[in-house]
């Protein structure tokens, strides 16, 4: 009997808390916000199928905000019923089968402001992840941010944020895709050539009375 396709972050158990370092923002001493150290964990994936061709990654967080009015904002909280989108923090693909994992720091080494490059690395290819749109306008932080940046939830969201890292094992060398694409570019690339996933699952929240409950 073969062995099932398998992800492995050893930096948490799965479903466990994601450790601050791998975050973008985390509580601060004097504030309710303080940038983080920002480093992309190690990943491995194992027992892919046969007929593999490629991997892709994908980390996003399904329980964003849809309206920003409440983030952030110190007189009020975002509601726990507030209808919920995803955010993407990490987007690769066209990763080679003869890659089987990263090192930690590999993808990201602390936040970058203005953003990171996108496109052709020597493990793959990165398109951008969602900190690009929720930056725009901002003349401090507004940029293409490529690879990965780690969690960064609303400090006053009364809700713990889950964080998905999943590998897709591809029957096909290449998506075809370039520049500054999406993860809602490669989910719909990748339908159909989809041999195998396997996910791996952190929460993160900023809010301490959610820390503490």
Not at 11 to 40: L, R, Y
Not at 73 to 80: G, I
Not at 158 to 171: P, W
Request: a negative charge; one cysteine or more.
């Amino acid at each position: 009997m073969s062995k099932q396709f398998s992800i492995e972050i050893n930096a948490w158990e799965d479903g466990a808390t994601i450790p601050a370092k791998f975050a973008f923002g985390q509580p601060g001493t004097d504030a309710p916000f303080a940038i983080s150290d920002n480093v992309s964990p190690a990943v491995r994936w194992a027992n892919a199928p046969a007929g593999t061709r490629s991997f892709a990654i994908i980390c996003h967080d399904p329980d964003v905000p849809s309206v920003g009015d409440d983030v952030n904002q110190a007189d009020r909280l975002v509601p726990a019923d507030l209808p919920r989108v995803d955010f993407y923090h990490w987007v690769l693909i066209d990763i080679p089968t003869t890659v089987s994992g990263l090192v930690e720091g590999e993808a990201s080494q602390g936040v970058t402001p203005r953003g990171k490059t996108v496109g052709q690395t020597a493990y793959g290819i990165t398109g951008k992840n969602d900190y690009t749109g929720w930056f725009a306008g901002d003349p401090d932080m507004e940029g293409v941010y490529g690879s990965y940046d780690g969690p960064c939830p609303p400090w006053n969201d009364t809700i713990i944020h889950h964080y998905y890292f999943t590998v897709f094992a591809l029957d096909i060398d290449t998506l075809g895709l370039d520049g500054a694409f999406s993860g809602q570019d490669v989910l719909a690339k990748i339908d159909g050539h989809v041999l195998a996933q396997a996910s791996h699952m952190g929460t993160y929240s900023m809010n301490p009375a959610v820390i503490g409950s």
